[in-house]
């Protein structure tokens, strides 16, 4: 598998497109992105990036950009005894969880595919760290995984009543997120 993977995504329920980049770093794996698109007939440019250790452990992350007029910035940090800090307040609701999804890009998908590195036929529930949008708070996700075949997972996330099948490529990014996402350039 190389070490670095890009894509570019078009997303599907609003206007919008996602470009994201995965490389490899001294100490784990870093993705790198920008999601641009109309969130409530305003301008959303969210820039992030997702630092993980070897193991596809998230270590933190990081949101800046705007909504409309308003300026956006998130520190993102899971502490070595399991608690999570958004800004450097406790997110007593995310304890324990191991995965960040940030909830405006399909990129973070990758953290728990590449993490559980599932064999075909096995499911994992993958419960993460999710931040919200345009609420930009930690929440605990429930969500699971179902590897189907080389390139294809069954995905459920029952709050959203959201239950596709994702198109998944070899580096670990969805493809085709059904209904939300769809890549248009992939390296």
Request: hydrophobic letters at 45%.
């Amino acid at each position: 598998m190389q070490s670095h993977s890009s894509i570019l995504w078009r997303r599907l329920d609003l206007e919008g497109h996602d470009a994201c980049l995965l490389c490899a770093t001294e100490s784990g794996w870093r993705l790198k992105g920008h999601a641009l698109f109309a969130h409530d007939g305003k301008p959303c440019s969210l820039a992030y990036a997702v630092d993980c250790d070897a193991g596809w452990s998230t270590r933190s992350a990081r949101v800046d950009g705007f909504v409309g007029a308003q300026e956006l910035r998130y520190e993102i940090e899971r502490l070595a005894d399991g608690r999570w800090a958004l800004n450097g307040l406790g997110q007593a609701e995310a304890a324990g969880l191991v995965d960040v999804d940030l909830g405006f890009t399909p990129a973070t998908n990758l953290l728990a595919i590449r993490r559980f590195a599932l064999a075909v036929g096995a499911a994992t529930p993958a419960p993460a760290a999710y931040l919200a949008f345009p609420e930009l708070r930690l929440e605990r996700l429930d969500q699971t995984y179902s590897r189907l075949d080389d390139g294809r997972y069954a995905y459920a996330a029952p709050k959203f009543g959201y239950d596709q099948v994702l198109d998944v490529s070899p580096s670990g990014f969805v493809v085709n997120y059904p209904g939300l996402w769809k890549a248009i350039v992939l390296n």
